[in-house]
T-cell receptor, first 113, second 114 residues
Framework: GESVGLHLPTLSVQEGDNSIINCAYS??????FIWYKQESGKGPQFIID?????DKRQGQRVTVLLNKTVKHLSLQIAATQPGDSAVYFC????????????FGKGTLLTVNP | SAVISQKPSRDICQRGTSLTIQCQVD?????MFWYRQQPGQSLTLIAT?????????ESGFVIDKFPISRPNLTFSTLTVSNMSPEDSSIYLC???????????FGSGTRLTVV
């Protein structure tokens, strides 16, 4: 079936470096994508989203890139901080009457001081 | 964004018993969802809680095991019935924000079945 997956299950970076977390999706009908951050013992927290009519969207210290040609999504975190340590999930939605979010497997980001 | 309160935040239950999880939202929302997150894994949608009608279940989830109520636009419950250790998971409530502002999640209920 259709699925969303991540290339890297774990990522370890030094404080201050930039982090890039990748996600591959297989449903070409997906038109809405979200990145979530989940800290231990908490629910997923919305970070940033992007719709399929865009290829880049920026937030505070975060950028999401969407490449529809190769069905690839990435989350870039600038000047990574220890507080960024968490599991990051990408999620997709195929829109219309399909309100369901399909989640990727998650990447554990560890920021070393 | 909507603020979601889930109760209980965690529980340890005996096998064969049932647990009802509550989800309260601080605003009226059309779409409410229940997810399961097994240990170390991603989130899987259990069902969509529809106000005024039966919930819509995803493949692999059935009403007898996970009955859901949605009495109004701010509240829903999920019951995990006849629990077994395999039901040990985090159960999360989610709502779709209005004006295409994404989906917000509650903090989850960490369930351990012994």
């Amino acid at each position: 079936g259709e699925s969303v997956g991540l290339h890297l299950p774990t990522l370890s970076v030094q404080e201050g470096d930039n982090s890039i977390i990748n996600c591959a999706y297989s449903n070409s009908a997906s038109d809405y994508f979200i990145w979530y951050k989940q800290e231990s013992g908490k629910g997923p927290q919305f970070i940033i989203d992007i719709r399929s009519n865009m290829d880049k969207r920026q937030g505070q210290r975060v950028t999401v890139l969407l490449n529809k040609t190769v069905k690839h999504l990435s989350l870039q975190i600038a000047a990574t901080q220890p507080g960024d340590s968490a599991v990051y999930f990408c999620a997709e939605n195929s829109g219309g009457s399909n309100y369901k979010l399909t989640f990727g497997k998650g990447t554990l980001l560890t920021v070393n001081p | 964004s909507a603020v979601i309160s889930q109760k209980p935040s965690r529980d340890i239950c005996q096998r064969g018993t049932s647990l009802t999880i509550q989800c309260q939202v601080d605003s009226q929302v059309t779409m409410m969802f229940w997810y399961r997150q097994q240990p170390g894994q991603s989130l899987t949608l259990i069902a969509t809680a529809n106000q005024g009608s039966e919930a819509t279940y995803e493949s692999g989830f059935v009403i007898d095991k996970f009955p859901i109520s949605r009495p109004n636009l701010t509240f829903s419950t999920l019951t995990v019935s006849n629990m077994s250790p395999e039901d040990s998971s985090i159960y999360l409530c989610s709502v779709e924000e209005e004006d295409e502002k994404g989906y917000t999640f509650g903090s989850g209920t960490r369930l351990t079945v012994v």
